[in-house]
């Protein structure tokens, strides 16, 4: 939830993490303004005051706001409608409406597509044409109108030749990075079919990395490993590289910040 005593930042300020830095580079590089999929705050840009909070639409993680309510679970979706007053007010649908010539290029994992998809099929045909979707791997789990919008993005992503190796975590970002990449000379807006297949002509000569086992820790060894950490010198994000490159561990960063903090 929100803290009152503590004062508003830029939303930018707010987030962080590689996804976060990447998303905000990635605009930057092509003069593009960044919003924010918010469980929290709804739908903001990036220069938006806000303050510290702590809601997820995650499911099996201890922010996730879908299982708080003392009336009973709710879905993401429904979330989404009331932090908008839906269908009364339809942030994306109003951000394409009064950008015509813009495409929409959403970055997002699986629970936070699931949060708008709603909305977004309630799109106009025009306006779907105008959006794209990077981050689910799987078209099919999307409304049907919607399909046609998810690049096809999968594990080659990670190809060492690429430049975006990475997580799963941060999958959405690193896929927005490579199709801003790709799409960012075109002097007007290709179809969605036009835009995935560049992306699979662009995938087709990569390949995706063996992939590790990764072992969970349990907390006594996390805190261990960042008791170890600390005494070499190291800072909290290096250290989680560390803890996964070289280690080899998996482990969450929300995790793995929270348990840094607690030492």
């Not at 300020?13 to 998303?23: D, M, V």
């Not at 580079?25 to 593009?32: E, F, L, P, R, Y």
């Amino acid at each position: 939830m929100k803290n009152s005593n503590v004062r508003a930042v830029p939303a930018r300020e707010l987030y962080s993490g590689r996804a976060f830095a990447l998303a905000s580079q990635t605009a930057d590089s092509v003069g593009a303004d960044l919003y924010v999929l918010s469980a929290g705050m709804g739908f903001i840009r990036q220069d938006t005051p806000v303050r510290p909070y702590n809601l997820s639409v995650a499911r099996n993680t201890d922010d996730c706001i879908l299982s708080r309510s003392s009336a009973g679970r709710f879905t993401a979706s429904e979330w989404w409608a009331a932090l908008h007053d839906l269908p009364r007010a339809r942030p994306l649908a109003k951000l394409l409406s009064g950008r015509p010539k813009a495409m929409l290029v959403l970055a997002a994992t699986r629970p936070y597509i699931e949060m708008v998809e709603d909305e977004l099929a309630s799109l106009t045909a025009a306006q779907v044409a105008r959006l794209r979707i990077v981050g689910p791997t799987r078209a099919n789990a999307l409304p049907e109108v919607l399909q046609a919008s998810v690049m096809p993005y999968d594990d080659r992503l990670n190809d060492a030749e690429i430049g975006l190796q990475g997580t799963r975590f941060d999958f959405a970002a690193r896929a927005l990075s490579h199709f801003v990449r790709l799409v960012c000379r075109d002097d007007s807006i290709q179809s969605p079919q036009d835009h995935a297949k560049r992306v699979r002509l662009s995938l087709s000569r990569r390949k995706a990395p063996d992939r590790l086992d990764r072992k969970r820790l349990d907390t006594a060894a996390l805190q261990s490993h960042i008791r170890a950490f600390k005494k070499g010198g190291e800072s909290k994000t290096s250290a989680l590289v560390m803890l996964r490159r070289d280690l080899g561990y998996a482990c969450e960063q929300k995790r793995f910040f929270r348990a840094w903090e607690a030492q």
